[in-house]
T-cell receptor
Framework: DAGVIQSPRHEVTEMGQEVTLRCKPI?????LFWYRQTMMRGLELLIY????????DSGMPEDRFSAKMPNASFSTLKIQPSEPRDSAVYFCASRQGGWNSPLHFGNGTRLTVT | AQSVTQLGSHVSVSEGALVLLRCNYS??????LFWYVQYPNQGLQLLLK??????LVKGINGFEAEFKKSETSFHLTKPSAHMSDAAEYFC????????????FGAGTRLTVKP
């Protein structure tokens, strides 16, 4: 089991540029989550999917953020245009089953927007 | 909506001393509770979870947690701290009314002094 795979591990970009973060969940997992971690706000849930369908995107900060899950093995989180306040570590996590199952996290993407 | 509160953003103990990390939850229905650990530059890893089968839960690396409904608490303990326990620890809650998402506490950073 390779675990949840995120790419890239680090991303440095200039304000105004488009950023795409990628995630491959664990095979067979039917839930996928995107979290953002910062010193100020801790770990925030941005959006999650069940069977590739977005269930709750109320945590997405604004329209500049979008997420897709075109199939069971791939998801993207896109920021367009990026701003310095988007700098954070973005985690993808997956889970098999519902609310009583633990999450499995990737190692995150550290995004720096200058 | 359910939530967790972790008391103390930083805890420092000496090697060999008792580790106690506090977590209180708020939930309108019986919750599922989790403790995760995060090492530098890594994602969160599951330490243990409470699923109502037993109030005292044993996890990996010698950690355990006790669910106390009367106190709405789920504190994490380890009898003897090791240098390798230095990390950030997160309490999380999930319940039937949460539409299958998981909410995390702000985290407690554990420092172990030699």
């Amino acid at each position: 089991d390779a675990g949840v795979i995120q790419s890239p591990r680090h991303e440095v970009t200039e304000m105004g540029q488009e950023v795409t973060l990628r995630c491959k969940p664990i095979s067979g997992h039917d839930y996928l989550f995107w979290y953002r971690q910062t010193m100020m706000r801790g770990l925030e849930l941005l959006i999650y999917f069940n069977n590739n369908v977005p269930i709750d995107d109320s945590g997405m900060p604004e329209d500049r953020f979008s997420a897709k899950m075109p199939n069971a093995s791939f998801s993207t989180l896109k920021i367009q245009p990026s701003e310095p306040r988007d700098s954070a570590v973005y985690f993808c996590a997956s889970r098999q089953g519902g609310w009583n199952s633990p999450l499995h996290f990737g190692n995150g993407t550290r995004l720096t927007v200058t | 909506a359910q939530s967790v509160t972790q008391l103390g953003s930083h805890v420092s103990v000496s090697e060999g001393a008792l580790v106690l990390l506090r977590c209180n939850y708020s939930s309108s229905v019986p919750p599922y509770l989790f403790w995760y650990v995060q090492y530098p530059n890594q994602g969160l890893q599951l330490l243990l979870k409470y699923t109502s089968a037993a109030t005292l839960v044993k996890g990996i690396n010698g950690f355990e947690a006790e669910f106390k409904k009367s106190e709405t608490s789920f504190h994490l303990t380890k009898p003897s701290a090791h240098m390798s326990d230095a990390a950030e620890y997160f309490c999380a809650v999930s319940d039937r009314g949460s539409r299958n998402d998981m909410r995390f506490g702000a985290g407690t950073r554990l420092t172990v002094k030699p």
